[in-house]
C-alpha cells in the first residue's frame, strides 16, 4: 500500500507556521492485523536533532457496500 506522510508545524498567533519536521510510514509497516503503534523519526528537524513522534494507525474494513435496489424508475409496487 501506500505510505503515510506526516508534517509537523508549529502555530503561533501572528506568524507563519514553521515546519519542525517530517516523517514518513512505509504501507508494509502498517497496513497488516494490528497495524502500528511506535516513534518515527522526525527529518528535517533542524541540524543534531533527534526529534520523534508517536502515532497509532489502524487499518480499518472497508465500509459493506450498500445493496442495490431491488426496484427502478417507472416500476410498480404491489403493496398487501
Known sequence: GDALSFKIFDWDRGSA???LGRAELAGRVFDREG?????LRLLEAGKGSKAFIRVRVEVLAP???PSPPVS???CVLKVS
Open 17 to 19: 507556521a514553521d515546519m
Open 35 to 39: 497495524g502500528f503503534e511506535g516513534d
Open 63 to 65: 465500509e459493506p457496500s
Open 72 to 74: 427502478s424508475p417507472g
